[in-house]
Antibody
Framework: EVQLVESGGGLVQPGRSLRLSCTAS????????MSWFRQAPGKGLEWVGF??????????EHAASVRGRFTISRDDSNSIAYLQMNSLKTEDTAVYYC??????????????WGQGTLVTVSS | DIQLTQSPSFLSASVGDRVTITCRAS??????LAWYQQKPGRAPKLLIY???TLQNGVPSRFSGSGSGTEFTLTINSLQPEDSATYYC?????????FGPGTKVDIK
């Protein structure tokens, strides 16, 4: 059974950093692109970025709203995707979800999602 | 960025009704569109990808169509468990933007 579990969320002050983890199981993690999304309280969904599998170069794409502050990485040996968040702003407050590509063929549609982890940026 | 609009933003329908949600893109996105269902407090669920391909395990009463700039999600024979917010997402160009959502309520 495919499972994704996010962790690392919490309360953080503006300007500080936080690293989220997405621990995967039930599939060959290294074969799939992984993506991060977020949802501010009471708002819609926002794509944060994704990281390709090594077979497709392992490169990342990030939304403009987080580019230069957030970095997505992966540890295939431990089946974990990371979201490093620096210079956090109050508007980064959201539930953060990780998700898996539907196919190792890099279709970049995302089917399995974690339960989400809440990040609150506040002084 | 490619902007997506959805209409209506809210609809209320009865069990058994046929429901249609429209998603329009600010520029052509070929068929690079997905539809998600989200219930309160839950992660989104992928329903449709590539505009019209039903994701494994999704009931066949859900269907998607369209290409270019106009897309539709249809729910045939609405069921109580379909009460949720539905989002479209374009994956033609970065950033992968979402529509604002359509809330579906069961009368």
């Amino acid at each position: 059974e495919v499972q994704l579990v996010e962790s690392g969320g919490g309360l953080v002050q503006p300007g500080r950093s936080l690293r989220l983890s997405c621990t995967a199981s039930g599939f060959t993690f290294g074969d799939y692109a992984m993506s991060w999304f977020r949802q501010a309280p009471g708002k819609g969904l926002e794509w944060v970025g994704f990281i390709r599998s090594k077979a497709y170069g392992g490169a990342t794409e990030h939304a403009a709203s987080v580019r230069g502050r957030f970095t997505i990485s992966r540890d295939d040996s431990n089946s974990i995707a990371y979201l490093q968040m620096n210079s956090l702003k109050t508007e980064d407050t959201a539930v953060y979800y990780c998700s898996r590509d539907i196919s190792p063929m890099a279709l970049y549609y995302f089917d399995y999602w974690g339960q989400g982890t809440l990040v609150t940026v506040s002084s | 960025d490619i902007q997506l609009t959805q209409s209506p933003s809210f609809l209320s329908a009865s069990v058994g009704d046929r429901v249609t949600i429209t998603c329009r893109a600010s520029q052509g996105i070929s068929s690079y569109l997905a539809w998600y269902q989200q219930k309160p407090g839950r992660a989104p669920k992928l329903l449709i990808y590539a505009a019209s391909t039903l994701q494994n395990g999704v009931p066949s009463r859900f269907s998607g169509s369209g290409s270019g700039t106009e897309f539709t999600l249809t729910i045939n024979s609405l069921q109580p468990e379909d009460s949720a917010t539905y989002y479209c997402q374009q994956l033609n160009r970065y950033p992968f933007t979402f529509g604002p959502g359509t809330k579906v309520d069961i009368k």
